[in-house]
Every structure is written in C-alpha cells, then in structure tokens.
C-alpha cells in the first residue's frame, strides 16, 4: 500500500538518490555511531544509514509509518513512537548524534527542546532553507535575529547543502538545506542564564528598526552599553552574539 503524505504531520519525503547520498556523506555515519533519526518517513536516509550502522534508533508519530518500518526492518531498526518534542533524549547519558527531515512546522521548537541534551554529539537536519539561513546568520544581515542568537551562542552552526523542492514527493512550496549544529564547549557557555539572554534578545528585535539605547533602554543603561564597548547607535542585528552574551552575564 503506497503511503499518503499527511499535511497534519508536514510530510514531504525526499526521493533524489543523488541528494540522498550527498547527506549521507555530510553525516558520515561510523559503525561504532549512536544515531537517532527523527521522523525517518518512508526510510530514505534510514536505509543507507544501516548500511553502516549496526543499529538506529527513529523516532515516529506516524502509526502508518511505524507499521511501514516494522514490516520492512529487522531489530537493528529500533523504533521509539511518540512524538520528537516530548521524547527525552537521555539515553542514559549515552553520546549521541541526532539527523532527521523535520517536520517545518515543529522545527523550531524542536532545535530548543534538543539544545536541552549535553549528551548530543552533533545534529544533522534538513530545514526550510529560511530557517538554515537564519540559524546561520552573521550579524549585520537581514537573516540574523533570535533564533540566530539563541542557537549560536551554544553551537557551531554551518549550513551544509541547499536542496531543491523536487527532491521530494510531495514538493513543497518552499526551497530547504542541511544544517548541522555541533555543541560548543560546555564552559563557552553554560554560566549562561538562557532566561536573561532571551529576554534581552527579544527585546532586542522586537524594534529592531530603533537604536540599542532605545530598544533596551528598560533593561540596560547607556552608560553600561558605553562600559561594554557597545555603541548605542547600533541596531539590534549589528551587535555580535558575544555582545548580547555579555548584556546577559551582568550583575
């Protein structure tokens, strides 16, 4: 029986063998790998992953699908069902390295709930090409905002490959990308109130046509703005992500 895409679910599933391997290779899965594939849909990337892979954990919502995975994979497929924002991570502490074609509807959510995980290696995704863009933004640039920020500051974000939307069956109406997030150092950034820096950043770009100094001139004096080397001129998307980590660790 040939399985229906459901809008409900935001299923488009990618079917460019060609696109198929190159995604492979970025990911570049290694025998000894504790991967967890998020929303593995009709198998495209599951298959040539256990190809190298002993064993995969996926994470499915979709009862048609999880019937579709059981019928055509063995026990190196571990199948976890249930929904990828609610699922913990954990693993036991296990290293793990996270890749899937997210769903657009939940993909921002979802990056915040994983950011949640010190035990996640690196992440792999394939995104609305909006989103890689703005995750990977460089400040003084239309794309760089929160999310940007708020990604950044815990990883290296490096958008890996641009995919057009004939790849996929059904094709969506918007163009997507790999991106791949790799966590930085614990102690670059865990003294962080996540809290602080978010409610500045927001802030921040929620005028983010007017100055710095006006923007947050209820949260953060000039005269710290002027001791930080921060110029009170700018607006929102010229100050760096290290600008707005040091507004977030004053006293």
């Known amino acids: 029986m040939k399985h229906i895409a459901k809008k409900r679910f935001g299923q488009n599933f990618l079917n460019d063998d060609y696109i198929i391997n190159q995604i492979i290779g970025i990911i570049s899965p290694k025998p000894d790998d504790f991967l967890v594939e998020i929303g593995p849909g009709l198998a495209a990337l599951t298959k040539p992953l256990l190809n190298t892979l002993p064993k995969l954990h996926v994470i499915e919502l979709d009862r048609d699908i999880i019937s579709f995975l059981k019928s055509n994979f063995s026990d190196n497929l571990v199948i976890h069902e249930g929904d990828a924002l609610k699922f913990d991570y954990k693993f036991n502490g296990e290293a793990i390295r996270v ?3 997210l769903p657009y509807n939940i993909s921002t959510p979802l990056l915040f709930h994983l950011a949640l995980y010190p035990n996640i290696i690196d992440m792999h995704f394939m995104l609305q090409k909006e989103v890689v863009d703005r995750i990977c933004a460089n400040p003084s640039n239309a794309d760089y905002g929160r999310l940007s920020i708020m990604l950044q500051y815990k990883f290296d974000c490096h958008k890996m490959l641009d995919v057009a939307s004939e790849c996929f069956t059904p ?9 791949r997030l790799k966590p930085k150092p614990r102690e670059m950034w865990e003294h962080i109130d996540e809290k ?8 921040a770009f929620s005028k983010r046509r007017k100055t710095i100094r006006n923007s947050l001139n209820n ?11 921060i110029n009170s001129t700018s607006r929102a998307e010229n100050l ?3 600008d707005y980590l040091k507004l977030a660790t004053l006293e």
Request: glycine share 6%.
């Open 99 to 101: 890749v899937g074609n």
């Open 171 to 179: 094709a969506p109406k918007v163009e997507s990308a790999i991106v």
């Open 196 to 203: 602080k820096l978010n409610h500045i950043v927001t802030a």
């Open 219 to 229: 949260i953060i004096s000039l005269e710290v703005l002027e001791r930080l080397g």
């Open 240 to 242: 760096s992500v290290n």
